[in-house]
């Protein structure tokens, strides 16, 4: 027999007259002189239960379990509450058990004042209320979207291997001790890269996964240590065959979770238009407020903080500032780098005519301009365009999908003076730039693309190399050694040399598309179990000391650490 016949949220006026069973949680309690009512509830709703005065009854408390079986009745008119699905109706309670008690609760469910590590150290509490129980409900359509989108094109569910050789996606590995072989380490996938490509070498075609990922990197509202992605790869494919794929995995999961899908094709922009006009290669497309150029035209300016700086741009803001504004404004933009933060209407004294015609600054608005390298300019005002944005309230409330295409295949480490990959090793370069000198890649352009929603960037994909040449020159070009090349990826060199077809693929942050699905602010409220900002996990309190003797079977001993990070 099961413990209830119905759920809590599922009683209507149809019940009324049936004796029914149901269970769940005491969501509230009120003793009316003689009665008692109760609010039952469950994930699906609540439904109020009037019992007599009873030993049982006076004992209910907040969140305990609890069966009644009664007699479904209609509520008196002026007894309905019509915010409550089930509110026409009510239980009159024959007969009740408690199943289960709680104590005293650290927070009421649904509280949603509660600071978040509270909600995450008793996070079964947390999940019980409308938010988590949305949001993960949620998640699991979106994915159950994908799914089906992926499986309905032919794709491949392939597992691969968590414990792998490091995999280089730009971050650290979480290492993981071998005890049969002490002294040595597998790292946790950062993503199956390698194992995706060499799937398309073995002639799978088309593969994907709802791969788990481990990036040892400073955690923040879009990164946990550990997330999932959907990862594919295809075999025989250009670049507009992924995208479209990805596309209708998007959409599949829009329609997944009842929402209206984004339009597709979602537009492209370049990388360099990105990052001349917004300043950012994740940009924002919902408002335009677009990045300018006002280089040339103070190139002779008797101003010479304009005409000396490598390059001068600016924002034309909807909205003239006031000092202490203007000043604040100043902060920011010093705080991101930039050396100043010229307010044209403070400077033009100091320019022609011309010049500050070439500005076009409408009545009404302003000028915030930034005289600095072309770096420096782009970050400080894409950072000030969003900032403004936001305050200003310019943002509108719809979704705007686009992709990024024609990045730089490489990009220089100042600090090191080395070259090193954009996005990752194995990206192709552009039909008919293969044949750089390793020490020059300046110009050459990768096959790559990242997909952005309202400025998330939501993940990463190429056209992959699959001419082993090419693939030595990369490594050459990042200053490995051919035994370096060899050593590390020796068994990635020998596949591309037995055959390997044309290929490519994406990855997309599932918890990221979730979060922003679910109009959440980050990534956490769309992990049942996630980790904060230090790293720890509330709930368990990992990571934790291991005893010494646990160590040494794996041969590790730990350095004194002078100022331990806090569990
Ligand atoms: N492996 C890449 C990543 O995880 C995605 C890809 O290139 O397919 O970002």
């Given amino acids: 027999m099961s413990w209830r016949d119905i759920q809590c949220g599922e009683l209507r006026p149809d019940h009324v007259g049936q004796r029914l069973t149901v269970a769940g949680w005491v969501d509230t309690r009120r003793d009316h002189g003689g009665l008692v009512f109760v609010d039952l509830r469950d ?3 609540k439904i109020q239960l009037v019992l007599k005065e009873s030993d049982d009854a006076h004992e209910l408390r907040n969140e305990f379990v609890v069966q009644a079986v009664g007699a479904v009745a ?7 509450n019509p915010n409550l699905a089930t509110g026409e109706v009510e239980i009159q309670v024959e007969s009740l058990q408690i199943l289960s008690r709680s ?6 469910v649904g509280d949603d004042t ?11 509490l947390d999940m019980r209320g409308e938010r988590m129980q949305r949001n993960l409900r949620m998640s699991h359509a979106a994915v159950s979207g994908i799914r089906r989108t992926m499986d309905d094109l032919g794709f491949v569910d392939i597992w691969t291997p968590a414990m792998t050789r490091g995999t ?14 002490p002294g040595k380490f597998f790292a946790l996938a950062q993503s199956p890269q390698l194992f995706k490509q060499l799937c398309m070498i073995g002639g799978l075609d088309r593969y994907y996964q709802i791969a788990t990922c481990w990036r040892d990197e400073d955690l923040r509202a879009d990164r946990q240590f550990e997330f999932r992605q959907l990862d594919l790869e295809m075999a025989f494919v250009e670049r507009e065959d992924v995208l479209d794929v990805m596309e209708a995995a998007v959409v599949g999961a829009f329609e997944a979770v009842g929402r209206t899908a984004p339009t597709r094709p979602f537009p492209h922009i370049s990388y360099d238009a990105a990052m001349a006009k917004y300043g950012s290669d994740k940009p924002d497309l919902r408002f335009a407020m677009e990045i300018q150029d006002a280089t040339e035209a103070t190139r002779g300016s008797g101003f010479g903080v304009f005409a000396n700086a490598p390059c001068v741009r600016f924002l034309v803001v909807p909205k003239t500032f006031s000092r202490a504004e203007h000043e604040r404004l100043v902060a920011l933009a010093k705080e991101w780098g930039a050396k100043g933060l010229a307010l044209l ?8 005519e011309a010049e500050l015609e070439a500005f076009g600054v409408p009545e009404g608005s302003s000028a915030l301009c930034v005289a600095d390298t072309e770096e420096t300019a782009a970050h400080v005002l894409g950072l000030l365009r969003l900032h403004l944005a936001r305050e200003l309230d ?11 295409v024609d990045f730089p295949l490489f990009k220089h480490d100042e600090e090191t003076g080395t070259w090193t990959f954009m996005h990752h090793p194995f990206t192709a370069p552009t039909a008919g730039s293969e044949a750089w000198e390793p020490g020059e890649p300046h110009d050459v352009r990768g096959q790559h693309y990242d997909l952005v929603w309202n400025g998330w960037e939501l993940g990463s994909g190429s056209i992959r190399i699959h001419d082993v040449e090419v693939q030595e020159r990369v490594f050459k070009t990042m200053g490995m050694t051919d035994e370096e090349a060899t050593s590390k990826f020796g068994f990635l060199l020998d596949a591309l040399a037995m055959g390997a077809p044309p290929h490519g693929g994406f990855a997309m942050g599932i918890e990221r598309f979730v979060a922003q699905l679910a109009g959440e602010p980050d990534i956490r409220q769309i992990v049942a179990f996630p980790k904060v900002s230090s790293g720890s996990d509330p709930l368990t309190g990992a990571p934790t000391p291991m005893p010494g003797d646990v160590l040494a079977e794996s041969g590790i001993r730990v350095l004194p650490q002078e100022d331990p990070p806090k569990a």
């Fill in 43 to 45: 994930h699906t709703g």
């Fill in 74 to 80: 209609a509520r008196a008119t002026d007894a309905v």
């Fill in 103 to 108: 104590t005293p609760l650290p927070f009421q």
């Fill in 114 to 124: 509660v600071e978040e590590t509270t909600r995450l150290r008793y996070r079964w």
């Fill in 168 to 181: 280089p996606e730009g971050a650290r590995d979480f290492l993981v001790p071998v005890r049969l072989q």
């Fill in 345 to 352: 209407s403070q400077v033009a004294k100091f320019l022609s």
């Fill in 394 to 404: 310019l943002v509108p409330d719809t979704d705007v999908f686009h992709w990024v």
